[in-house]
């Protein structure tokens, strides 16, 4: 439990009189946002090496093949492009995502 007390008393020290100190509010957002950006760089080195491991692969197969066997060079071909439409939409998904608290203040502008 010790190693969540540095943790516990930053947060709890700031809504209530207790913990080592308070931290001030605009100190937290650019902590958070240091957080996440570290936390979407990550992501997006992980899904781009995947998807070049998995892309490559997929490359050296179609290598392989004979130029006569035009049904597997046409799968292995179709499989590169459906990958690419995957990671479109994880990417679409991802950015929506991001994009909601701004879009729901647009849709309520009065509160």
Same mark, same amino acid.
Not at 32 to 57: M, P, T
Not at 69 to 85: D, I, N, P, V
């Given at each position: 439990m010790d190693k969540y007390r540095k943790t516990a008393e930053k947060r709890l020290g700031n809504t209530k009189s207790y913990g080592n100190h308070k931290v001030h509010p605009d100190e937290l957002a650019r902590l958070? #946002? =240091? /957080? &996440? #950006?570290?936390?979407? /760089?990550? !992501? +997006?080195?992980?899904? +781009?090496? =995947?998807? &070049?491991?998995?892309?490559? +692969?997929l490359f050296v197969e179609w290598l392989k093949t004979d130029p006569h066997?035009? /049904?597997? !060079?046409?799968?292995?071909?179709?499989?590169?492009?459906?990958? &690419?439409?995957v990671k479109e939409k994880m990417i679409q998904f991802e950015t929506y995502g991001k994009n909601i608290p701004h879009i729901q203040e647009e849709d309520n502008p009065n509160e």
């Open positions: 958070s #946002h =240091v /957080k &996440g #950006h570290f936390a979407a /760089k990550e !992501r +997006d080195e992980f899904f +781009d090496e =995947v998807y &070049g491991e998995v892309l490559v +692969d066997e035009t /049904k597997t !060079r046409e799968f292995l071909y179709s499989s590169a492009m459906a990958l &690419g439409s």
